[in-house]
């Protein structure tokens, strides 16, 4: 083992993994683990006007993850507690030093983590109380801080929400694009046909990928469907172009830098502050969760090659792997890519144990320089410019006010001190009088 980390230090990062993975199988350990999941199988966000138009058939609520959802995404962390606990990665108990959970601040996506959580942390697994365990949480049941932000304020997560050049791209290149055009083109009897069955009569492509979601999680859960629709192959051809429709709006050629950016910066900077490259801005935790959304899952996907631009199924996940021959040595460290545990053997790096290095150079190569800058909007972490400028139009009107405040305050104690002046020379008067008549009554 010491010759190869000797080797490694005169042979090219790739070429030492290929020898050292080669000579010996167990000579690589796993660093670090982040997790970009779709959340679980979830009722339609909207009814439709004439069919499927009945909210109370889904008893949870319009967009609520379902009973199903759950237990995908607890089967899920089952799986994850087989590949990453019963390894030895992570302890068998919860700790916080280890496990991070992030999620988009929607319903359905913060249940998916704790369902996922609970599989990979079940009962038994939580603390006891030391004081008297017989007061503890029933079956020592372990809860775990799932973090969020609000949708306008994550970047990370919900791209497609805060990015307004995404949203100009999507309306007036992607859709007004040759491809585009064909394709409603292509199929304008088969929209109109949809659009007609539903209850829109002015129907479009992209409402038809819309009238897609609905259906399709209608369908999954056994909700009878129009049997136009069951006819042929109409169903297979919507749900076609309801993947199409969604592939183009996150996952195109155009809009794919503005959407996988953030996600790919992030691994990046989780990579090199546990590879030891730039120092650590937070706690260095070996499992990351992100809980959120298929559009957020698939131009992540898509830009590292794990799949072409379609919708990810419920309980996606996308796992970047860190694994290191020798932290000591940043040529040592490589990346590994899942997608539904299947590894990704990217072209950007020519083998699925892809350096370190390479997969921050294509990061950097991929990404735009300064997604904020290119987005039109400014980061939770810096100023706003209308938020500046309300700040300062309130230091004026506080300063304003202090000195009125002041000015009062000078004026008021100027009119009580000429007030008790007066006062006294009343009273000093007054008492000359006195003394005046008291001198008359004893001539």
Request: hydrophobic share 40%.
């Given at each position: 083992?010491?010759?190869l980390?000797?080797?490694?230090r005169?042979?090219s990062?790739?070429?030492?993994?290929?020898?050292?993975?080669?000579?010996?199988?167990?000579c690589?350990?796993l660093?670090?683990?982040?997790?970009?999941?779709?959340?679980?199988d979830?009722?339609?966000?909207?009814?439709?006007?004439?069919?499927?138009d009945?909210?109370?058939?889904?008893?949870?609520?319009?967009?609520?993850l379902?009973?199903?959802?759950?237990?995908?995404t607890?089967?899920?962390?089952?799986?994850?507690?087989?590949?990453?606990?019963?390894?030895?990665?992570?302890?068998?108990e919860?700790?916080y030093?280890?496990?991070?959970?992030?999620?988009?601040?929607?319903?359905?996506?913060?249940?998916?983590?704790?369902?996922?959580?609970?599989?990979?942390?079940?009962?038994?697994?939580?603390?006891q109380?030391?004081?008297?365990?017989l007061?503890?949480?029933?079956d020592?049941?372990?809860?775990i801080?799932?973090?969020?932000?609000?949708?306008?304020?994550?970047?990370?997560?919900?791209?497609?929400?805060?990015?307004?050049?995404?949203?100009?791209?999507?309306?007036?290149?992607?859709?007004?694009?040759?491809?585009?055009?064909?394709k409603?083109?292509e199929?304008?009897?088969?929209?109109?046909?949809?659009?007609?069955?539903?209850?829109?009569?002015?129907n479009?492509?992209?409402?038809?990928?819309?009238?897609?979601?609905t259906?399709?999680?209608?369908?999954?859960?056994?909700?009878p469907?129009?049997?136009?629709?069951?006819?042929?192959?109409?169903?297979?051809?919507?749900?076609?172009?309801?993947?199409?429709?969604?592939?183009?709006?996150?996952?195109?050629?155009?809009?794919?830098?503005?959407?996988?950016?953030?996600?790919?910066?992030e691994?990046k900077?989780r990579?090199?502050?546990?590879?030891?490259?730039?120092?650590?801005?937070?706690?260095?935790?070996?499992?990351i969760?992100?809980?959120?959304?298929?559009?957020?899952?698939?131009?992540?996907?898509?830009?590292?090659?794990?799949?072409?631009?379609?919708?990810?199924?419920?309980?996606?996940?996308?796992?970047?792997?860190?694994?290191?021959?020798?932290?000591?040595?940043?040529?040592?460290?490589?990346?590994?890519?899942?997608?539904?545990?299947?590894?990704?053997?990217p072209?950007?790096?020519?083998?699925?144990?892809?350096?370190?290095?390479?997969?921050?150079?294509f990061?950097?190569?991929?990404?735009?320089?300064?997604?904020?800058?290119?987005?039109g909007?400014?980061?939770?972490?810096?100023?706003?410019?209308?938020?500046t400028?309300?700040?300062?139009?309130?230091?004026?009107?506080?300063?304003?006010?202090?000195?009125l405040?002041?000015a009062?305050?000078?004026?008021?104690?100027?009119?009580?001190?000429?007030?008790?002046?007066?006062?006294?020379?009343?009273?000093?008067?007054?008492?000359?009088?006195?003394?005046?008549?008291?001198g008359?009554?004893?001539?």
């Amino acid at each position: 083992m010491r010759l190869l980390l000797l080797v490694g230090r005169v042979l090219s990062a790739p070429l030492f993994l290929v020898l050292c993975l080669a000579a010996v199988p167990s000579c690589a350990h796993l660093v670090q683990v982040i997790q970009l999941s779709r959340h679980g199988d979830r009722a339609p966000i909207t009814m439709l006007p004439k069919v499927l138009d009945d909210p109370s058939v889904w008893p949870l609520g319009l967009g609520q993850l379902t009973g199903r959802g759950m237990w995908q995404t607890w089967q899920l962390g089952l799986q994850r507690r087989s590949r990453y606990i019963d390894s030895g990665f992570l302890r068998a108990e919860y700790s916080y030093q280890e496990v991070f959970a992030r999620s988009t601040d929607v319903d359905r996506c913060l249940m998916s983590a704790q369902s996922q959580l609970f599989g990979m942390f079940p009962p038994g697994t939580g603390p006891q109380n030391q004081v008297n365990p017989l007061n503890s949480i029933p079956d020592r049941f372990q809860p775990i801080p799932i973090h969020t932000m609000l949708i306008h304020d994550d970047f990370l997560l919900r791209p497609f929400s805060n990015c307004p050049e995404y949203l100009r791209l999507r309306s007036d290149v992607v859709e007004k694009s040759e491809l585009w055009q064909e394709k409603e083109k292509e199929n304008g009897d088969f929209i109109k046909f949809i659009g007609d069955m539903f209850g829109y009569p002015d129907n479009t492509l992209r409402q038809t990928g819309w009238i897609y979601d609905t259906v399709f999680a209608s369908h999954v859960h056994g909700m009878p469907l129009p049997p136009p629709l069951l006819e042929d192959d109409n169903l297979d051809r919507l749900i076609e172009l309801g993947n199409w429709v969604l592939g183009q709006d996150f996952a195109s050629p155009t809009v794919l830098p503005y959407l996988a950016t953030p996600f790919l910066q992030e691994v990046k900077r989780r990579f090199q502050e546990a590879a030891g490259l730039q120092q650590p801005t937070s706690q260095v935790f070996k499992f990351i969760l992100f809980a959120a959304h298929d559009t957020t899952v698939m131009p992540a996907a898509v830009a590292l090659e794990a799949i072409s631009p379609s919708i990810p199924p419920y309980a996606a996940h996308l796992d970047v792997e860190l694994h290191a021959v020798d932290t000591r040595t940043p040529e040592s460290f490589y990346v590994r890519i899942f997608y539904n545990d299947t590894l990704i053997q990217p072209s950007f790096c020519g083998t699925a144990d892809c350096p370190l290095s390479d997969f921050l150079s294509f990061v950097d190569t991929f990404s735009l320089p300064n997604w904020q800058q290119a987005c039109g909007t400014t980061s939770p972490d810096e100023p706003n410019p209308a938020a500046t400028h309300l700040t300062t139009l309130n230091l004026v009107l506080i300063a304003v006010a202090s000195v009125l405040l002041a000015a009062w305050i000078v004026l008021a104690t100027v009119f009580w001190a000429r007030k008790c002046a007066i006062k006294r020379q009343l009273r000093a008067a007054s008492y000359g009088h006195l003394q005046e008549v008291a001198g008359d009554s004893n001539l």
